[in-house]
């Protein structure tokens, strides 16, 4: 299966991250835009759990088809996809309940999968949902650019670590049963405290420091393995330091790679122009989420890290 | 030269950082793990007091091996703290009990202004002034307090271990004088 995507043209970026309300869909359809407008074919997936609202981000009624034809009647994918109004950008509405339905089967996901690989186009921006459901998860883990959002708040950040966690685990999961090792991990980690085993990352040293094979199928499956994460409605200038807390405390607990990507202010005009039927990217020109936003673009192509200022680690406490 | 590298790796930096590198990652390492800001809180009981407890230490004891590699002292050589002479030495050496009182005492004795040891250590001169007169209230957890005094200390080449041995009991009894 690796081998297939490193030869694939498109670009599969999905957007998760736990909890609801964060600005993902938001975020998702406004960097669609910048590289549509860039000139990137790009296809909006809108693969969120009961709530497809994608549309409403670019002024459209919802969309008469949805994945749910491609379930169940078998139309093709591309004959779903609406126009946005903006050049070089389509949209696929997900169904109510798609991704999260039990009725979706292993075979169908896999069905979709190849579908969603095989579309033409250059960008393909998949807007997950909230959730840690399984088909998320596994979708979120299909994607060549796997994108976190989160907002500077407790909840959210909880969320978002359970996220990540499922994520990884589920991960790991898929790389020991490709070499049929997956009790292992899951026995493991039951007698994690037996093994003094206290985070993800202990599991894996445990695992990795008991055997060379494991060891060497890691550096092979997790080499390329980064998560981006993007903090949304920043408030203040301290608040653009808790993605870089956040990219740290990821690594140290998870041993998970995380790269911040950047971050966006909160600007009531997201809401206005979402309200008024206004593609946000193309109708403000005033806000410094605009800028934001094409920065974080371009930060995801090209896998550069957000150039946290250095005053802000001198953040000391008073 | 395997521990140098743990203490590098735990820094998350490489051989080649300075010791303001080293200084600058340790002090905003120390306040993340050892602050209560959301990040962490959201951690729950992933991050235990015994895991914390147990990071922070690693964390002091890698600044400490780090700041004192010949290496990196070179850089500590552009201080603008005077060559130790042997009197001052001789009444260093004579000194009790690392309390604020004699922690302004060593500074005066050597002329240096609390501007001066900002300007090298960035802790701002009124937490200084706090540790010389003892305001232990400043210091809302002692983590913060202990990577000030390893800075004061090293400042004047005091010895970190007693000056830390001497003054945190001080911090603690006043502290808990304050709760009860
Ligand atoms: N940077 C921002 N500034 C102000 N409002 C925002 C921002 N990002 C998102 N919002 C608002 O937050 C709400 C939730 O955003 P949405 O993208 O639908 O979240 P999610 O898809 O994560 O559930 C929307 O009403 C949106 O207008
Ligand atoms: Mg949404």
Redesign the interface.
Known sequence: MPEEQSARQTSIWAVGGGKGGTGKSFLTSSMATCLALQGKRTILLDADLGGANLHNFFGLIRPRSSLTDFFEKKVPLQEIAVHTGIANLQLITGSIGSLDSESINHAQKQKLFRHVQALDADMILIDLGAGTHINTLDTFLQADKMIVVTV???TA??NM?QFIKSVYYRKLKSIFKAYDLNTLVQDTWKNRTAHNI??LKDLINHLKLGSDQICSIFEREMSGFVVHLILNEVRTPKDIL?GE??K??C?N?FGLRVVYSGYTSYDEAVQKNINNKESFMLFNRLSPVVKEIRQITEHIVTQTPFPTPEEL?????? | MAEWHNYYNLLELTQEATLEDIRNRYRYLKNLYGGDSIEIRALGDEFSQELRADYLRRLDEAFEALNALPEKNKAIATLPVKDLDDDLRHWIAQIECFTGASLKGVRERMQVDLKEIFAVTRIQPHFLDDIEQEVFESFSAEVYLRSYLIEYARFFSLDTQRVLGDYLPRYRAGRSDADS
């Open positions: 500077p708040e407790i950040i909880e670590y206290r985070s808790v807390n956040l740290r405390v690594m607990f680690f001198d953040g000391r406490v008073a």
